[in-house]
Nanobody, 123 residues
Framework: QVQLVESGGGSVQAGGSLRLSCAVS??????MAWFRQAPGKEREGVARIYTGSGSTYYADSVKGRFTISRDNAKKTLYLQMNSLKREDTAMYYC??????????????????WGQGTQVTVSE
């Protein structure tokens, strides 16, 4: 049974940076991702990584600003967020899938979720 615990959220001014972490317990993670959900909006995918190859994918809205990475030895997933914008304000969730195959950034592809960490960007 995989469990995920996010940390690193907070408040930052536009243009600033934050690094989110997701501590993983258990095994069986084929791919992992970060999603976010702003009030009144649907949960959207931000970035995805295959835990084996390290191959990554980013939503257009964060490409060039965010970097997803993993440290398999530490069992930790990261999201480095630079040049933050007000529209990045959301609850950020770490997600994992134990099923092999293609891992798109869609909610129902992932079967384990963390509790979320809030990111607030002010002007």
């Amino acid at each position: 049974q995989v469990q995920l615990v996010e940390s690193g959220g907070g408040s930052v001014q536009a243009g600033g940076s934050l690094r989110l972490s997701c501590a993983v317990s258990g095994d069986g993670r084929y791919c992992m991702a970060w999603f976010r959900q702003a009030p009144g909006k649907e949960r959207e995918g931000v970035a995805r990584i295959y835990t084996g190859s390290g191959s990554t994918y980013y939503a257009d809205s964060v490409k060039g600003r965010f970097t997803i990475s993993r440290d398999n030895a530490k069992k930790t997933l990261y999201l480095q967020m630079n040049s933050l914008k007000r529209e990045d304000t959301a609850m950020y969730y770490c997600a994992a899938s134990s099923t092999s195959g293609y891992c798109p950034l869609v909610v129902n592809r992932y079967n384990t979720w963390g509790q979320g960490t809030q990111v607030t960007v002010s002007e």
